[in-house]
């Protein structure tokens, strides 16, 4: 039986006070609540969120010949360190289970979180040197990979079908039973940072259930939002939104507000009260508990740096953290708008005027904004695609970042999915992943001609990507990464017609109005980021495609770049312009382009990586063109000039004081909080300078290339 509302427990529903305040209403559901609650679930059927009972089991059978790998694994390791046989038959060893298999709302073909958990005498090392040796040898696995540097190390694979992320964790304990309890703070003491944060993921979870009074209102509300998230674009913690234990702890906090309301009410009061939210006021389940272990905590009163997070959500348990690290203003302003549409829908669907699959409705992206940075990652091979990609896309939101705290710049809004390469300017084999950015330029008063250089913004990114990837000695010969600036009307010269066709006109974002009438261009910057974990986004590329792209078709490109055009300047006086064959998709240029009341101009100067990295050597290209784009009473007029002076080169990017809101930090993936102090800003304002002025730009061109409680080994 689905989770459809828990009507069997709401004739006992407990009196226990959930949560730091009292609750908004203790109303029980009426008729018509169920039946709005079946229909959810109808909807949500469509989109593959529920398992039948085949697949759950699969998914049962796998985990307890996992733990039993690891039970052997532990019990030969305890005999090669030569312990005494009574010790080692007593050894233990198990698997948890944690995020969303353990919370009960995993979807089809989602994959597991698991935790390893042995005794003392088993190293880290150990698990990934002679555990991972032992699954190599298992014919039912396959895709294997060690990610030992990870700010929480993990071993991927997938064991007969099933995705799993395996992490590691130590006790200074001689025995893992199998009936070890994790929420036991006592469990920390004595364990390194790593280890820590490895038990961090099961102990949040079981928290979180803990802390709710209807588990199946919960997880059934929780499925509908995550689904919801996902379809809307803003599920991707690596890129700054929201993670699968944020947008569960928020559903959790809503229903310690509502604790007898079914699924379908849960859902309108999620969007109500996040929707209207005073952030960064923190969401928290509890309140903070005091501990002796001295671990850090999220504290602004404390910790300085924690004042700056622009979206707080504490997880419950100690060590509390802040899981939305990664928000920024930006993502903050995508994620706010959307809960102001889901919160207009769902009432509409309550009284009767709408149904539950408009929630779930996808908006398009490409037609959302008039600017956009094509972010390109690229190698020779697939195999190092998938950790080039991997190490891009986790520093993606880094450039977010830098982007929004440009004065002239509104939004960066990244999209989280990831595209391939076009496959249709190829002649080589290579490997690609895209991103695509849409940018919002601040409206400006001034009427003069203003300057923006994005140099500094996009090379500071790239550099810091190179050099983690170097320090890791992860670079290789053919790893690029490249940045493109394209205009809404070009962007199918990077994506197939399908993807770009406008759909059905939905609710959207408003944060667009934000810069109305003002029209700025963005350039191109020679090394992007690239990260995808989707099989899909490996394809074959073309390194030399995004220089095709300048042979426009012969319609309106042709016509906007060969015709004369006359425009109107000022009263009734006409100017002459004549148009210069120039590519929508330049690589270090600068964009001049009057919209509203003012002028502005984008540009983008990048050299390759930094020289203090040791890096394969790349395509050169001494073209650099100066596109210049004038938006006059709804015309576009192009001209193109070399950049061959200093004097035509943008100033470097001013930065806005509102930067102080914007936090960078780094995390693995989707596990919990962390902080990679290698991607803070790398500022070389003489760097930048330097090749403001310099006449030819190497540019490097990128190749593209979870049943519904927890498992528990005892009970199998």
């Given at each position: 039986m689905r989770e459809t509302g828990g009507t069997s427990m709401l004739q006992n529903q407990p009196h226990r006070h959930y949560g730091i305040t009292s609750p908004i209403s203790l109303a029980p559901p009426k008729d018509i609540d169920y039946i709005h609650t079946q229909k959810l679930v109808e909807a949500m059927e469509s989109f593959g969120v529920f398992e039948d009972e085949e697949e759950l089991n699969h998914r049962l059978v796998v985990l307890c010949k996992l733990n039993n790998l690891v039970k052997e694994w532990i019990f030969e390791l305890g005999e090669s360190k030569n312990l005494p046989p009574s010790v080692v038959e007593n050894v233990g060893g198990r698997i948890f289970t944690f995020g969303s298999y353990r919370l009960g709302v995993h979807t089809k073909g989602a994959d597991i979180d698991a935790l390893c958990v042995a005794p003392r005498h088993v190293?880290?090392?150990d698990f990934f040197h002679s555990f991972f040796e032992k699954l190599k040898h298992q014919e039912e696995i396959k895709n294997l990979r060690a990610v030992e540097d990870a700010y929480v190390p993990v071993v991927k694979f997938e064991f007969d079908g099933i995705e799993i992320d395996?992490?590691?964790?130590?006790?200074?304990?001689?025995?893992?039973?199998?009936?070890?309890?994790?929420?036991?703070?006592?469990?920390l003491r004595s364990l390194?940072?790593?280890?820590?944060?490895?038990?961090?993921?099961c102990r949040v979870t079981d928290e979180i259930l803990h802390l709710v009074p209807n588990k199946e209102n919960f997880q059934l509300t929780l499925r509908a939002i995550k689904l919801w998230a996902k379809r809307r674009g803003i599920y991707s913690n690596m890129l700054g939104f929201l993670g699968g234990v944020s947008w569960a702890m928020l559903v959790a906090r809503t229903c310690q507000l509502h604790p007898n309301?079914?699924?379908s009410t849960l859902v309108n009061k999620f969007f109500l009260i996040f929707s209207k939210w005073e952030w960064p006021n923190p969401v928290l389940l509890k309140q903070p508990e005091e501990n002796n272990l001295n671990l850090p905590v999220w504290d602004p009163r404390v910790n300085p740096s924690d004042?700056?997070?622009?979206?707080?959500?504490?997880t419950p348990a100690y060590p509390q953290q802040n899981s939305t690290y990664n928000v920024s203003t930006s993502?903050?302003?995508?994620v706010v708008e959307e809960l102001k549409h889901g919160l207009a829908v769902t009432n509409e669907i309550l009284q009767g005027k709408s149904d539950w699959p408009k929630l779930f409705e996808q908006p398009n992206f490409f037609q959302k904004y008039k600017h956009y940075i094509v972010l390109t990652a690229s190698t020779y091979t697939e195999e190092h695609h998938l950790e080039w990609v991997g190490l891009v896309e986790s520093k993606i939101r880094v450039l977010v970042g830098n982007l929004e705290r440009n004065e002239f710049i509104n939004i960066a809004h990244v999209n989280p999915q990831s595209f391939p390469g076009n496959q249709e300017y190829c002649k080589q084999s290579r490997y690609v992943s895209m991103w695509f950015l849409g940018i919002i330029f601040r409206k400006l008063e001034s009427a003069e001609s203003t300057k923006i250089d994005l140099t500094y913004d996009i090379q500071s990114f790239t550099d810091?990507?190179?050099?983690?990837?170097?320090n890791i000695n992860m670079l290789k010969?053919?790893?690029?990464?490249?940045?493109a600036y394209v205009k809404r009307k070009h962007l199918h010269y990077f994506l197939p017609a399908g993807t770009l066709q406008k759909r059905k006109k939905q609710s959207m974002l408003n944060i667009s109005q934000n810069a109305t009438g003002l029209r700025c261009k963005r350039a191109s910057s020679n090394e992007s980021l690239n990260s995808s974990r989707d099989d899909n986004s490996r394809t074959s590329y073309n390194s030399s495609s995004l220089s095709m792209i300048s042979k426009l078709d012969t319609s309106t490109a042709e016509m906007e770049r060969n015709a004369t055009i006359w425009r109107t300047n000022g009263a009734n006086s006409r100017e002459k312009m004549t148009h210069v064959a120039v590519s929508p998709v330049s690589k270090g240029i600068s964009i001049p382009v009057i919209g509203s009341k003012m002028e502005a101009a984008v540009a983008i100067r990048t050299s390759g990586p930094p020289s203090d990295c040791t890096i394969p050597t790349v395509i050169g290209h001494n073209a650099v063109s100066q596109l210049r784009t004038r938006f006059v009473q709804g015309h576009n007029e192009l001209s193109g000039t070399q950049i061959t002076t200093s004097k035509s080169a943008a100033p470097k990017r001013p930065h806005s004081p509102a930067s102080k809101e914007c936090s960078k930090r780094s995390k693995d993936r989707e596990k919990l909080i962390g902080q990679d102090s290698a991607f803070k800003e790398d500022g070389h304002p003489e760097d930048v300078k330097r090749r403001s002025t310099e006449n030819q730009i190497k540019l490097l061109k990128t190749k593209t290339t979870m049943k519904t409680e927890a498992f528990n080994p005892s009970k199998e």
């Open positions: 190293e880290r090392s395996l992490v590691f964790a130590r006790l200074p304990v001689q025995t893992v039973s199998d009936n070890l309890d994790l929420r036991d703070d006592s469990r390194d940072i790593r280890c820590i944060r490895s038990l961090n993921g309301a079914l699924a004042r700056y997070h622009v979206m707080p959500i504490i993502t903050r302003a995508v810091a990507v190179y050099r983690q990837a170097n010969e053919g790893m690029k990464i490249e940045t």
